[in-house]
């Protein structure tokens, strides 16, 4: 079943290559120490000026910016950054893990 799904799919499409291309280098900026939000900005841009994603595809998404957006607004307040950085830090695991508990949490702050 899933060799025929396989066939039935075509190549990697330009817009695919494009996502990808942008994440690599949001992840390298990152990497590099570039703030974190900068780095979504930038990657957000270049995505909405190739034209691999429309800004109504991104206001269609309600229950992805709602959160974002929050989230945003307390990351912004150098106080509360610091206590959730000091906080993840004192578990000493891995960054991945650290996201999937953050993503948890703004998560559930969604209606």
Do not use: H
């Not at 817009?15 to 690599?24: A, D, Q, V």
Request: net charge positive.
């Amino acid at each position: 079943m899933a060799k025929k799904k396989l066939e039935q799919m075509d190549l990697v499409e330009r817009n695919e290559w494009m996502m990808l291309g942008t994440m690599l280098v949001v992840v390298t900026l990152e990497r590099l120490d570039i703030s974190t939000l900068v780095a979504a900005m930038m990657g957000l841009s270049v995505v909405l000026i190739l034209r691999v994603l429309s800004w109504d595809d991104c206001l269609s998404e309600k229950a992805a910016w709602n959160p974002l957006t929050w989230f945003a607004v307390f990351l912004s307040k150098p106080w509360f950054s610091r206590r959730v950085g000091s906080f993840m830090k004192s578990f000493a695991i891995r960054w991945y893990i650290e996201l999937l508990i953050l993503q948890r949490c703004i998560s559930s702050l969604t209606i």
